[in-house]
């Protein structure tokens, strides 16, 4: 009896975990279309890219910063500030 019961049990888990995998992917995927896909259609609708990732224009000026001047050793670069 003992040994029926937990085959039961087990088959039980097996069959729940793999409902809980099904139920989580149609969650996320609910979640996704209903919360993050709204936004960025009305982001790139509105503002384009925001980040600016693009950096300018070809040929314009670049996010590059000057190097600071100063001693560059070893030393320097084993600390953080």
């Known amino acids: 009896m003992r040994r029926l019961l937990l085959t039961l049990w087990r088959g039980w888990k097996r069959a729940l975990h ?10 996320m995927t609910v979640v996704y279309w ?3 896909a709204p936004v960025a259609l ?4 509105t503002q384009g890219d925001i ?4 950096l300018g224009t070809r040929g314009g ?3 590059w910063l000057p190097p600071r001047s100063g001693r560059q050793d070893v030393r ?3 600390r953080p500030y």
Do not use: E, F, K
């Open 18 to 27: 793999g409902l809980n995998g099904a139920i989580s992917a149609v969650l």
């Open 34 to 36: 209903t919360a993050v």
């Open 42 to 45: 009305v982001m790139r609708a």
């Open 51 to 54: 980040m600016d990732r693009a």
């Open 61 to 63: 000026p670049t996010a």
């Open 76 to 78: 320097r670069s084993q």
